[in-house]
């Protein structure tokens, strides 16, 4: 008897909802990415390659990572972490679930980057402004909207004086009410991309692009340089 696959979404979304509900807003994705390596589930996310945006942003700015240093928040399964890498960063990779940094080492055995567990809402005091790059891939989106604003500004603080944040996330119309927003993902409005900026942490270039999956969805690329 053949069962009809489950849209991993769905499923994913499923997960987070059951750890929502127990008032845990991280505890699915380690729950996701074990039953993945069981061949349990498929990490929706996943592309296998670094995030087309980031890639663009790599051969567009032509970054020359000697001598700097980069972190990858919620770095998953390591693509972007390995492009930010092979571009000459000493790159930490953190990620909140133990078994996507065990993933991501075994995904990339010959890797330049180091792949470690971190809570990005309780991060190592020597990250506090410690990197010359910093690089936010959908991990502020997939946490539930109240706790947006803290994430938010953890990723900033992470950035050292002269250094560049670089965010990617989906967008979100400023008008469409959160409680429409059936996460995860909890997209982003401008204003939520615009909340990563402060007096020394400036916005310098925002773009909004349609998903080449999907023309009807956006994302934005915000780049921020640290005063
Ligand atoms: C939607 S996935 C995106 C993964 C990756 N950045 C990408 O674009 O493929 C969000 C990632 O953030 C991680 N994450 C969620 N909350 C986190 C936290 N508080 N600290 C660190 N990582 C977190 C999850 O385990 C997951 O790997």
Do not use: C
């Amino acid at each position: 008897m053949s069962s009809e696959p489950v849209d991993p979404d769905v499923a994913t979304r499923q997960l987070a909802r059951a750890s929502l509900e127990q008032d845990d807003a991280t505890g699915w994705f380690e729950r996701l990415y074990s039953a993945a390596q069981n061949g349990q589930a498929v990490v929706p996310w996943d592309r296998g390659t670094a995030h087309v945006l980031l890639t663009d942003w790599v051969e567009v700015s032509e970054p020359d990572g000697a001598g700097k240093s980069a972190l990858v928040v919620g770095a998953g399964t390591g693509w972007d972490a390995e492009l930010i890498a092979d571009s000459g960063f000493d790159t930490i990779a953190f990620d909140i679930s133990p078994t996507a940094v065990e993933t991501a080492k075994r995904a990339h055995p010959n890797s330049k980057a180091t792949y470690q567990v971190a809570d990005l809402l309780n991060p190592p005091a020597e990250w506090h402004r410690a990197f010359d790059l910093v690089v936010e891939i959908y991990t502020v989106q997939a946490l539930p909207i109240p706790l947006q604003p803290t994430a938010t500004r953890q990723v900033g603080e992470l950035v050292r004086p002269g250094g560049t944040l670089l965010v990617i996330a989906a967008a979100r119309d400023d008008d469409t009410p959160e409680s429409a927003v059936e996460g995860p993902p909890w997209p982003l409005t401008q204003a939520a991309i615009e909340a990563f900026a402060t007096d020394e942490l400036r916005l310098i270039q925002l773009d909004k692009s349609p998903s080449p999956s999907d023309p009807a969805l956006f994302r934005w690329r915000a780049e921020y340089l640290r005063d």
